[in-house]
């Protein structure tokens, strides 16, 4: 049974991504400063990771094959800039500089689709729809750049040693609870996203089911030794979290996009996965189509 280190695993995503492993065969140990991990995980540790000691002491405790590593402030201006920025960068370069230098052959590091820029209040618009990895990274707060520094980091650390690593950028994720009227991460209900464009338009409506997202990060260790090191791959949903197509709804919330959003026929999202598909064979099978609650809808 192949072991696998998940930091954060009593998030938003921790937790699809602990139970779909632990599905999967794996012996799954979390790693989460607060309570909450599931109980299908092997082991969980209460560990603070921005601590570079700790973060040695927990790999070389557990040995683990491979590490995916979630743990982060996942929400944009809930804590001050300067400590955002510092949370989530000293994690990423820890757990990577502990897993290269004690032999962990695979680490996925979670990034962020605000990488990109969308929402700058100088105004902002895509060089291109729909929107995938090679488009250019434009951070204008420090959540959005601590991500891009993770993503960097991962990459520094791919070339310095034989550990095999890669970088995943979900999507807006929604876990299962929030499709029976739970609170998103903005505390926000999906039904208000859905029905407030001036919401979900933020961030250009993308969104990914949590247990889609986990079984990708599960995809992804299993074919990381045939991979590019240091690739980065989106996770999204195959469709908006829109009532309307995106040629007609986003014009309307990112002014200056009517020539670009017009490639965005029927239910398509601004964000591609095409590149997970390519390489991994990776489709999003959940839309909030068929996964929001009838009560709720």
Not at 54 to 70: G, K, T
Not at 291 to 296: D, G, M, P, V
Request: glycine residues 8%; charged residues 20%.
């Amino acid at each position: 049974m192949s072991r696998v280190l998940v930091t954060g695993s009593a998030g938003r995503l921790g937790r699809s991504v602990v139970t779909t492993l632990a599905a999967s065969g794996y012996e799954v140990i979390g790693v989460d400063s607060a309570p909450g991990t599931p109980e299908e995980a092997a082991a969980t540790l209460p560990a603070d990771l921005t601590d570079p000691g700790q973060a040695f002491e927990v790999i070389a405790r557990f040995r683990p094959r491979s590490v995916i590593h979630l743990a982060a402030i996942a929400t944009p201006f809930s804590r001050p800039d300067s400590v955002i920025f510092q949370v989530n960068t000293r994690l990423a370069f820890n757990v990577c500089e502990a897993s290269v230098a004690l032999g962990v052959a695979g680490v996925v590091v979670a990034s962020s689709p605000t990488v990109i820029g969308y929402g700058a209040p100088g105004g902002w618009t895509p060089s291109y729809l729909p929107i995938d990895e090679e488009h250019p990274a434009l951070p204008w707060n420090a959540y959005s750049l601590s991500k891009l520094v993770a993503e960097e980091t991962m990459r520094t650390f791919s070339r310095a040693g034989a550990t095999r690593m890669a970088a995943v950028r979900p999507c807006f994720v929604v876990s299962p609870e929030e499709w029976t009227g739970a609170p998103t991460q903005s505390g926000h209900t999906i039904v208000e996203r859905l029905d407030r464009p001036d919401i979900g338009g933020v961030s250009l409506f993308n969104y990914i089911d949590a247990r889609d997202a986990a079984d990708l990060l599960a995809l992804l260790l299993e074919r990381l030794p045939d991979l590019p090191d240091g690739e980065v791959f989106f996770a999204g949903a195959a469709d908006a979290l829109a009532r309307e197509p995106l040629a007609d709804l986003l014009p309307r919330v990112v002014p200056g996009t009517e020539a670009l959003a017009a490639r965005l026929t029927g239910t398509a999202p601004a964000f591609s996965a095409a590149k997970a598909e390519r390489l991994l064979g990776w489709q999003a099978k959940r839309s909030w189509r068929t996964e929001l609650s009838k009560e709720c809808a």
